[in-house]
Structures are given as C-alpha cells and as structure tokens.
C-alpha cells in the first residue's frame, strides 16, 4: 500500500467513540469473512489495481459492473432520477460541463457550502450539480436559491441523475466526486477526470489511487480551517482542464476498461472461472 495518513483510516473519520468502535468492529468482520472465503468478486479490474490483486488471488475482479444498454432502465435506483437534465446535457459544448455529485451520505456545514457555492461560480463554466435531499441544511437552502438564478442560463440543479448516462455524455469535462468506489469507476469507465472530495472512509483510500497511483485526477486540498475555499475550487478546476496528460490517462483507462469485459478480458475471465469452480464444487 502507498504511505497514508493515519487520519485517513477507517475508523479515523468520526471524532464519535461509539462510532469508532462500530467502525473497528466492522473492519474485523470484514477480515474474519475474508479469511473463510474462497472466492470474492468485486467490482474492479485487474488492471486497475495489479499489486492488489496478486497479493491477493481469492478476489476476483469481475468489474467494471455497469448497467448494460440492452437491459434497458436499470432497477432499483437509490433516489428518483431527473432525466431533464440529459436533454439539458444536449444542448451543452462538447466538454464543456463540470459535473458535480457528492453520493448519498456527504453533508456540507453551511461554511464549506457557501465556499463550494462561490468556487463554482468563480470557475464559470456550464454545470451540472447533484443537490440531494439532505447535502445541506435548511439555512443553506436559501444561498442555494440565489446561486441558481445567478447561474440560469449556464447551469442545472438536480435532487438526483442517472449517473451512468450522464458520465458517458460527450458534454461532461470532468467530474466532482465524494470518491466513492462506484461513482470513480463510473467515471474511470466512461474516460472522465476526476476532482476528489472524499466524505468518509474508504473514499480517502480511492481518493489517493486516483490521484497518487493513477493520476487521473487532483485533489482538494481544505485550509487551515478544514474548509476547501472558493479560490481552491476555481484553481483545481481549471488545472485539470488544462492537463491534457491527465485526460490521456483516463482515456486510457476506458479503452482498457472497456476490453477487461470484452470476450478474453480479464474480468470476463474471472467470471467463467467462478463459473468453472462453482461447478466443480457442487459435482465433487
């Protein structure tokens, strides 16, 4: 593993003890479940994550999992999804549009929102912005208000969006993410850089692989208050549209992506060999 702060474990992220404790115990499980088990799959590629995966041979990469076009509206979503905002998409330059979305869990005080508020008008671009019920509170719900009608005839605000759909559009120029592990590789997947905000635990382990390991993307970096500040976002962001080397990298990434799930791939692999062994196993 790459050096890491010890702030950045698991259990690091809450000053709660109880919470803490919940966080080691479910840590120990996960190992305890590890050890008994023949075979893991997850969503991941071999080539995303070599080392990892050759330390460990019982987990089998059987990633990327992306809903499939021939499936038709995937099930099951987590909130109701506004798809008003891929006909918006339509009729935006090509990567021209920062997409932010911070998942299901992040909350923002009302300091770091007014912050988030002012460095995504600074940055002044088109923008597409995922604010669930819940990302801020009712004090910050009025700033909200005022920044869409300053931004209206650049920008659009959704409580939820299909992801996959909009990550995959040829608009998007790069993507804000609370790093969690399926939104980086529906992005990776789809060749978009990345700007990392991680929230809590393990976003802070794929925060690093993206920026450190792949160097597909950059990193924010929070002030001596613990605050990402306006100026921050307007200059990372404009960093990482500059950085063709970056865009080069992630595009490298779908392609090889892409093939991992392509007849012969590695993932496509693993699953006709979990297929293979649970075979053997049930007629032995």
């Known amino acids: 593993m790459p050096a890491m702060s010890t702030i950045d474990l698991l259990w690091g992220f809450s000053d709660d003890p109880n919470m803490r404790k919940t966080m080691l115990a479910f840590t120990a499980n996960v190992n305890k479940a590890a050890k008994v088990s023949k075979w893991m799959l997850c969503n991941s590629f ?3 994550e070599p080392a990892f995966h050759d330390q460990f041979p019982n987990i089998l990469s059987v990633g990327p999992l992306l809903a499939s076009d021939r499936l038709g509206h995937p099930k099951g979503q987590l909130l109701p999804e506004d798809s008003t905002c891929i006909s918006w998409l339509d009729h935006q330059p090509v990567q021209s549009v920062i997409y932010a979305a911070f998942g299901s869990s992040t909350i923002f005080n009302q300091s770091q929102f007014i912050e988030l508020l002012h ?3 600074l940055v002044n671009q088109p923008l597409l912005w995922v604010v669930r019920h819940g990302l801020i509170d009712d004090f910050s719900r ?6 869409k009608d300053r931004i209206s005839h650049r920008g659009k605000i959704v409580d939820w969006a299909p992801q996959q759909e909009v990550l995959a559009h040829p608009s998007i120029a790069c993507f804000i993410t609370h790093c969690g592990w399926n939104s980086t590789m529906e992005g990776l997947s789809q060749g978009v850089p990345l700007l990392c905000w991680p929230y809590v635990v393990d ?6 692989h993206i920026c450190d390991i792949l160097k597909v993307g950059l990193r924010f970096t929070k002030d001596e208050n613990r605050i990402v500040a306006r100026s921050e976002i307007k200059i990372k962001v404009k960093e990482l549209l500059a950085d063709e080397g970056i865009r080069s990298r992630v595009n490298n990434l779908k392609d090889v992506a892409q093939k991992t799930i392509s007849e012969g791939g590695s993932s496509s692999e693993n699953i006709e060999d979990f297929i293979n062994k649970i075979r053997s196993n049930i007629v032995s």
């Open 142 to 147: 009025s700033s909200l208000e005022g920044f």
């Open 46 to 48: 071999y080539e995303l």
């Open 119 to 121: 460095g995504l008008e």
């Open 203 to 208: 976003q802070f382990h794929d925060a690093n």
